[in-house]
């Protein structure tokens, strides 16, 4: 059974940093892409970033509101994903999920959801 | 970027409705279109890929179609558990966008 547990999220100060977790299970993890998504209180879903395959050299990809400031990175002996947030404004407050995703025809969509983490930022 | 707008936004319906809530997409997107649940409190849910493949464990009331830019969710037959916030999402181009959600509460 595929699982994806997120972790790492808290309460951070406006400029300040925090890194999320997502530890995958269930899966060939090197085989696959991984999204970040995220969804502001009461708002709806806003996709954050993807990392795709080993094949793939795990190269990635990034909303516009967050490019530069956000990283994803794998870790394959951990089989986990990592968002490292930098330089937090407080429309970076969200839930945050990890993804994964499997392709169709030559496309990857998000198949399976991780439960989530709360980022709240604020002074 | 791709700008996805669903309608309705939200939407009063009762236990055995039909209901259809409609997706469009600001350029065509071939069927590069995903369908997820959220109920409160939860992680959005795959229901259909590729505009109209039901993902698996989906019941067949959920069904989609469309092609392009227009498209369609239609449950056939509303349960109480049904009762939750839809969301179309493109995945055809970077940025992945989503639409803004349709809340499907009881009349």
């Known amino acids: 059974e595929v699982q994806l547990v997120e972790s790492g999220g808290g309460l951070v100060q406006p400029g300040g940093s925090l890194r999320l977790s997502c530890a995958a299970s269930g899966f060939s993890f090197s085989d696959h892409y991984m999204d970040w998504v995220r969804q502001a209180p009461g708002r709806g879903l806003e996709w954050v970033g993807r990392t795709r395959n080993k094949a793939n050299s795990y190269t990635t990809e990034y909303a516009a509101s967050v490019k530069g400031r956000f990283t994803i990175s794998r870790d394959e002996s951990k089989n986990s994903v990592y968002l490292q947030m930098n330089s937090l404004k407080t429309e970076d407050t969200a839930v945050y999920y990890c993804?994964?995703?499997?392709?169709?025809?030559?496309?990857?969509?998000?198949?399976?959801w991780g439960k989530g983490t709360t980022v709240t930022v604020s002074s | 970027d791709i700008q996805m707008t669903q309608s309705p936004s939200s939407l009063s319906a009762s236990v055995g409705d039909r209901v259809t809530i409609t997706c469009r997409a600001s350029q065509g997107i071939s069927n590069y279109l995903a369908w997820f649940q959220q109920k409160p409190g939860q992680a959005p849910k795959s229901l259909i890929y590729a505009a109209s493949s039901l993902q698996s464990g989906v019941p067949s009331k959920f069904s989609g179609s469309g092609s392009g830019t227009d498209f369609t969710l239609t449950i056939s037959s509303l349960q109480p558990e049904d009762f939750a916030t839809y969301y179309c999402h493109h995945y055809y181009s970077y940025p992945l966008t989503f639409g803004g959600g349709t809340k499907v509460e009881i009349k």
């Open positions: 993804a994964l995703a499997v392709p169709a025809a030559s496309r990857y969509y998000m198949d399976v």
